[in-house]
């Protein structure tokens, strides 16, 4: 069945350090690819997707390409900051079907 | 406007007591969903409504009931639940459309069975 594999966290980074959270999946078919992020005591929030192979989803510095020759979804920033420390859950669904999979998610944690 | 309320923002109920959460959108999306979320895990899908009709139900017991009265409430009806069950309730909705899949989450619900 269709899975997603994330790096183990955490990650610790200092300020303004650059960012990479690596992300791949197997699915069948094309997948729409996902990053969600949820901070202490929140929801979900939709940071970036793609819906096909080499687009390239962006937000708030946050960009992730997706990869259907290497199966991957690397979430990147080139400048973290300290309100950037979140969990990051990256999550496809496939083909023709409601369901959400998701990573096991990467706790990030940056220091001034 | 992307949001998705839920109320109660916290629950605390005992093992016999009978409670509801609930769920609002208002950006025309004809999906809902349910997940749960224990501590340092992922979502879990419980229940998926497409245009008002259960369409996925990943084997939750029956002491979840999911009720979808409009195409903008969703609710979880709940009835002797266990301890395990405390964790995070989140909803979320989508277009139910496959180019318009991107499903927005709610705050959630934290849950806590005592």
């Known amino acids: 069945g269709d899975s997603v594999t994330q790096m183990e966290g955490p990650v610790t980074l200092s300020e303004e350090a650059f960012l990479t959270i690596n992300c791949t999946y197997t699915a069948t078919g094309y997948p729409s690819l996902f990053w969600y992020v949820q901070y202490p005591g929140e929801g979900l929030q939709l940071l970036l997707k793609a819906t096909k192979a080499d687009d390239k989803g962006s937000n708030k510095g946050f960009e992730a390409t997706y990869r259907k020759e290497t199966t991957s979804f690397h979430l990147e920033k080139g400048s973290v900051q300290v309100s950037d420390s979140a969990v990051y859950f990256c999550a496809l669904r496939g083909y023709n079907t409601d369901k959400l999979i998701f990573g096991t998610g990467t706790r990030l944690q940056v220091f001034p | 406007d992307t949001e998705v309320t839920q109320t109660p923002k916290h629950l605390v109920m005992g093992m016999t007591n009978k409670k509801s959460l609930k769920c609002e959108q208002h950006m025309g999306h004809r999906a809902m969903y349910w997940y749960k979320q224990k501590a340092k895990k992922p979502p879990e899908l419980m229940f998926v409504?497409?245009?008002?009709?259960?369409?996925i139900n990943e084997s939750v017991p029956s002491r979840f009931s999911p009720e979808c009265p409009n195409s903008s409430l969703l609710n979880l009806h709940l009835h002797a639940l266990q301890p395990e069950d405390s964790a995070l309730y989140l909803c979320?909705?989508?277009?139910?459309?496959?180019?318009?899949?991107?499903?927005?989450f709610g705050p959630g619900t934290r849950l806590t069975v005592l």
């Open positions: 979320a909705s989508s277009q139910a459309s496959l180019d318009l899949d991107t499903q927005y």
């Open positions: 409504y497409s245009y008002e009709k259960l369409s």
